[in-house]
């Protein structure tokens, strides 16, 4: 027994002070890119979609000019949509940061479907445009798509939402919880449902103007508040101007 046990013991010994060097000579686990890499402290997050938004409540926000926007549209007047920056403060924050950069001024309406919604906010009038901001994180929340609510534009992938918004004619509670409802029309929708219709409408209404009420911006003078007329067509040819001698010169 004892010509067993002293053997076990000295290989178990052996083995223990070897253990250290092993852990010495073991190659690093750690990816090398990123090993390699100084260590730095963490940049600021320019996505606002990534930042922490403060919580605010309905009393905070309702009413408040500062979470009110005003749409000055092309067919007569001023539309007023209150955010709600309780459900999506991020995508209010854009809007709002749009807005007082100008962005919003002059974009037109290219996508109007009658009883459904009207799209703005691409100032290349395709549906293919968009700011130079990155595209903010899906805010999707209980808000229903009632008529005025006031929706932000995506492409397939959630989280593709930049500056094109639109603005519910109807209900379509489809939409629920898959696009970012983040206010809703208070007054003015009269001039929501004068846009013209189309995709692509044949002559679009714009937002001549877009500000943050806060800001107090007048709305601008009713000669700008005016459609873009339709171009002219071609005259007809009647049986007569056929049959006209022709002049020589």
Do not use: C, W
């Amino acid at each position: 027994m004892k010509m067993i046990i002293r053997p076990m013991v000295l290989t178990a010994l052996a083995f223990g002070l070897a253990l250290p060097a092993m852990a010495q000579e073991a190659p690093a686990t750690t990816d090398p890119v990123a090993a390699a890499a100084p260590a730095t402290e963490a940049a600021p997050a320019t996505d606002t979609a990534t930042e922490a938004a403060p919580t605010i409540k309905p009393e905070q926000y309702l009413g408040n000019p500062e979470y009110m926007l005003n749409l000055d549209l092309s067919t007569g007047g001023r539309v007023v949509v209150q955010l709600y920056p309780d459900v999506a403060p991020h995508h209010v924050e854009r809007v709002k940061q749009l807005a007082r950069a100008g962005f919003y001024d002059g974009v037109k309406f290219h996508r109007v479907i009658d009883g459904f919604m009207a799209q703005t906010g691409d100032p290349t009038a395709t549906g293919q445009g968009g700011s130079e901001l990155p595209d903010l994180k899906a805010e999707f929340n209980d808000t229903p798509h009632l008529r005025g609510t006031v929706s932000m534009a995506r492409a397939q992938s959630p989280d593709s939402a930049n500056s094109q918004f639109f603005i519910m004619l109807q209900p379509r509670f489809s939409l629920d919880h898959n696009y970012t409802a983040f206010g809703r029309v208070v007054s003015g929708m009269q001039f929501v449902d004068a846009v013209h219709k189309g995709e692509p409408p044949a002559v679009m209404s714009r937002m001549v103007q877009v500000s943050v009420a806060a800001d107090n911006k007048p709305m601008p003078p009713a000669s700008m508040l005016t459609e873009d007329q339709p171009a002219k067509p071609a005259t007809d040819i009647t049986a007569d101007q056929l049959n006209a001698p022709i002049i020589q010169r």
